[in-house]
């Protein structure tokens, strides 16, 4: 079964500038690919370019097996919904939906049975004669989507469709695209800037930035295994704590000093590690570091550190010391006692440890 | 002290009084100044000669007399005819409504492309064609005359229709591609992914939102069309004068008696439907004036 | 050859125009620059002989009398339209209550044909049956206004005429100007206790430059376009005190048929125009790119 879609060494040039540099993706069908990046980093154009919106300067876009590279958008068998919806403003609900359809010569009859299927599906029956101004945000991203669904198209492409709305309804809308797409089983391709949205949704990630392809992977992947030191910033929030230690080498693995102000150095071990540069960012994840008094296992390093700030959130605590120099996070349990200025034991899980060497940022294990 | 306590606010309170009325007095004046030609020109134009010697410019009619009126619109002398403004107004209606009508369209057109199909050298295009706005037409009469004479549309209303949607199309286009570059170009997009044509998206999609600056255009382009003289005079003969041509005709003709009552009739009949058409829509009108010089 | 077509729909549609833009403007500011080089007279030549037609116009003193008109008719209408737009926009910007009304009525000299304006204040400006008579009626009677006749002060009235036609443009301009200035920082400058003729002159005006440069490029361009005016006011005279470049270029293409002198007094307007309006164009695109 070849792949729903498939980028191969897709290269984009405006002028002198390169905006997309050696792209290589592939999704099977039925998954939900999500391109995740800070603004610029290309993801939009990168959906543009799948689109067929945007030309490319090389490289090969299939989808369904087919050369999609120079074929435009409406016969790339593709469904879009954009940031801002871009529902047709003089028209109806109802002839927003139908309008791609009217445009491709299907018969009234037709229409009028796709559309009510639609509209059932969404909830919007109610909403067919109403122009889009005359509906809310969360009822034009359905409208935007009933669109995009009366296509029955291959591939479904998402343009930051959640960015215009408020929290609460961003959520909400979330988990109803997450719905629609465990109900159809239908394969999309989702832009979005916030990574909790791609951690949700998705079921391969690729990250970018600055039109290169930092990793691609299942959201479990990126997580816990990022491939350097950007994706291991960018994704999961709060952020990974990249602490930087100098390494050394014995029969019993790897040994990690890092230094602290007004303290003795501390020393982390992991014996997995066959070998590493002399200087390394460590990088482990605020989960990965506990409070000892509450926490109990084997396998968990102790070392007993300054505490410089607490913030209580609820069904967390966040503690802050700083390490190597930098500004670490931990994040414990609500029953914790940690105290701003006091001194606690935390553990440490090193198993969950990430490498990354300090000057190309790559991942070392 | 209690004293001045007391009247502080009373005396604040009268300062801005007048001020108030100072600003209303001042407002009044200059609303004066500008309504005073229009006055002096309909009640000159109700006098009889007999009163215009002997009165003053600014006193009411003494009798009320709409002869020069018709003298004006039938048997006013422009030259060596002495039909009065009547064929020439008609002449003016031919020439403004089709040159109105085309250069909008073409404008409209224009400024689609301009604003939402960019492509390589499309700006560069648009700034090119957008001078052309900006030279004086002298530099332009001479070879347009010659063109004219060739294609043998000199002296017609034709001729004067071609040269004015020539000219036009820069401030059209210009207005039109304002506008359009305010819709969001993700509107094209899905429109193109839901499969319509370049022609397809400008009728569904942009046409129908376009009529505040339809009218904005329209209105503009009558009033310049409408009001031209240096094109009327230069490419026109005798039968075939716009009605600024024939206005100026009548009240420079050096035969017989100048019958002051006759020209502000004239030029009130001249002047009637711009004026007419601001009035009305003068809102949309300001618009016009603003959108293409105001860059925000 | 559909698809073809489509895709290059956009570059086919805009052709026309431009291809028209090419020949109507530039191809025939070159013919008139060409002409303008050759010794035409009635007809044009094509043989090129050099400025002659310069020479002969800088030399010729009713163009020198046309050209010092453009400069001073030019600079008083801009000057004090501006003014007067300004002051008159600062005191509607006031809150007044029938804005409306009195935006309207300065503003509608705009709506007119400079034909029909030049023969208003023909008419009011008429030495024996006009405002001079009137001023005189009242018993001021040795009150005299006949500058319409007066070679030396023939121009001023087209500078008057012109002022009444352009200013409330002027003023519309600057009033959406002053009203776009963020309100926030003048309630800041109030909550200050900055009184209000400090606040148009220390904050307000000065973040209005791009409208004053908007308002001096639409008046300029007016000011070298006044034709219809000067035509209708004056006829360009007396004898020719009022004449402008452009009812200099007229005479010479129309009535003199001495093309070559059109043809160099066109294409020296067409200079000063650019040299005005290049620079900002070129601004604004730049702005508008960046």
């Known amino acids: ?365 | 002290m209690t004293n001045s306590l007391i009247t502080n606010p009373l005396r604040k309170m009268m300062k801005r009084l007048v001020l108030r009325w100072l600003l209303y007095l001042l407002l009044c004046t200059f609303a004066l100044y500008y309504m005073m030609p229009l006055f002096v020109m309909i009640t000159t134009s109700l006098k009889n000669l007999e009163e215009i010697r002997t009165g003053s410019l600014m006193s009411l009619p003494r009798e009320i007399t709409m002869a020069a009126w018709s003298t004006a619109w039938s048997s006013a002398c422009t030259g060596i005819q002495c039909e009065g403004l009547r064929p020439y107004f008609w002449n003016s209606v031919l020439l403004a409504v089709p040159a109105v009508l085309i250069s909008t369209i073409i404008g409209a057109i224009n400024g689609y492309v301009v604003a939402q199909w960019r492509f390589k050298l499309s700006n560069i295009l648009f700034a090119l064609m957008l001078f052309g706005c900006f030279i004086p037409f002298q530099v332009v009469l001479l070879p347009m005359a010659r063109v004219l004479g060739m294609t043998g549309l000199a002296g017609s209303i034709s001729g004067l229709i071609f040269v004015h949607v020539i000219y036009g199309i820069g401030f059209t286009t210009l207005f039109f591609r304002n506008y359009y570059v305010t819709i969001p170009a993700e509107l094209v997009k899905a429109a193109k992914v839901d499969g319509a044509s370049f022609w397809r998206i400008f009728f569904s999609i942009f046409l129908p939102l376009s009529l505040p600056i339809i009218v904005v255009t329209v209105i503009w382009q009558f009033t310049q069309i409408w009001n031209d003289f240096l094109f009327g005079v230069s490419f026109s003969q005798a039968g075939t004068q716009p009605i600024t041509v024939a206005l100026n005709n009548i009240v420079n003709s050096t035969t017989g008696v100048k019958e002051y009552n006759v020209d502000m009739a004239a030029a009130i009949i001249a002047a009637l439907p711009t004026l007419l058409v601001y009035i009305v829509a003068g809102k949309y009108f300001i618009r016009g004036l603003t959108a293409g010089s105001v860059k925000g | 050859m559909m698809e073809w077509m489509e895709k290059q729909m956009p570059k086919l549609v805009l052709a026309p125009s431009f291809a028209a833009s090419l020949i109507f403007v530039y191809g025939f500011i070159g013919w008139t620059a060409w002409v303008s080089l050759t010794k035409s007279k009635l007809l044009p030549r094509y043989d090129i002989v050099g400025p002659i037609q310069y020479q002969r116009l800088f030399d010729s003193p009713r163009w020198d009398v046309a050209l010092s008109n453009l400069f001073v008719f030019g600079f008083l209408f801009i000057v004090i339209s501006m003014l007067l737009g300004l002051v008159l926009a600062i005191l509607l910007d006031q809150k007044i209550r029938t804005e409306g009304i009195i935006r309207t009525i300065y503003l509608y000299p705009m709506a007119l044909s400079l034909i029909v304006t030049g023969t208003a204040w023909k008419w009011i400006l008429n030495p024996g049956l006009g405002f001079e008579a009137m001023v005189q009626s009242w018993g001021w009677d040795s009150f005299t206004f006949g500058w319409l006749v007066d070679p030396d002060m023939a121009i001023y009235t087209v500078v008057i005429a012109g002022v009444w036609q352009a200013s409330g443009f002027v003023m519309a301009l600057f009033l959406a100007g002053l009203r776009s200035v963020d309100q926030e920082i003048i309630k800041a400058a109030q909550v200050d206790g900055i009184p209000t003729w400090r606040i148009y002159s220390s904050i307000i005006l000065p973040s209005m430059a791009a409208v004053f440069l908007s308002a001096f490029i639409v008046l300029a361009h007016l000011a070298i376009k006044s034709f219809d005016l000067v035509i209708a006011l004056t006829g360009g005279g007396p004898g020719y005190a009022t004449d402008l470049p452009a009812t200099y270029m007229y005479t010479m293409a129309f009535s003199r048929g001495d093309i070559g002198q059109a043809a160099s007094s066109a294409m020296v307007m067409m200079m000063v125009v650019f040299a005005i309006v290049v620079p900002y164009l070129y601004s604004e695109l730049r702005a508008r790119n960046d």
């Open chain 1, 1 to 365: 079964m070849s792949p729903i879609l498939e980028i191969k060494n897709l290269n984009k040039n405006y002028g002198p500038t390169n905006i997309l540099n050696d792209v290589n993706a592939s999704i099977e069908d039925g998954e939900f690919l999500v391109l995740v990046g800070p603004s610029g980093c290309g993801k939009s154009t990168l959906l543009n370019c799948i689109a067929g919106l945007e030309p490319i300067t090389s490289g090969t876009i299939r989808i369904s097996g087919r050369d999609m590279t120079h074929v435009s958008p409406k016969d790339r068998d593709i469904a879009m919904v954009f940031q801002s919806y871009a529902l047709y403003p003089t028209m109806s609900v109802a002839k927003n939906i139908t309008f791609g359809m009217k445009v491709r010569g299907i018969e009234k009859a037709e229409q009028d049975v796709k559309l009510a299927e639609v509209a059932h599906l969404l909830q919007i029956e109610t909403l067919l004669d109403r122009r889009p101004a005359q509906l809310s945000g969360g009822q034009r991203q359905r409208v935007a989507m009933g669109r995009a669904l009366v296509r029955n198209p291959k591939l479904f492409l998402f343009d930051e469709p959640l960015s215009n709305l408020d929290a609460k309804l961003r959520v909400e809308m979330r988990t109803e695209i997450k719905k629609l797409h465990q109900n159809l089983g239908a394969s999309m391709v989702y832009v979005t800037h916030d990574q909790i949205e791609a951690m949700t949704l998705a079921t391969k990630i690729v990250v970018m930035k600055g039109g290169m392809v930092q990793q691609i992977g299942s959201p479990a992947e990126i997580y816990m295994r990022p491939a350097n030191l950007f994706v291991a910033d960018f994704m999961g929030s709060p952020a990974m704590n990249l602490i930087p230690a100098r390494v050394t080498m014995n029969g019993k693995g790897a040994s990690f000093t890092i230094t602290r102000s007004a303290a003795p150095p501390m020393v982390l071990h992991d014996e997995n590690i066959k070998s590493l540069p002399d200087n390394v960012l460590l990088g482990l994840r605020p989960e990965d570091i506990g409070d000892a008094s509450l926490r109990k296992g084997r396998k968990l390093q102790i070392s007993n550190c300054h505490v410089d700030v607490v913030e209580p959130a609820g069904a967390d605590t966040y503690v802050l010391m700083t390490l190597g120099g930098v500004e670490v996070t931990a994040r414990l349990q609500a029953e914790t006692a940690a105290q701003r200025g006091a001194n606690m034991e935390f553990t440490f899980n090193m198993a969950k440890a990430s490498y990354f060497d300090a000057n190309t940022g790559e991942r070392l294990n």
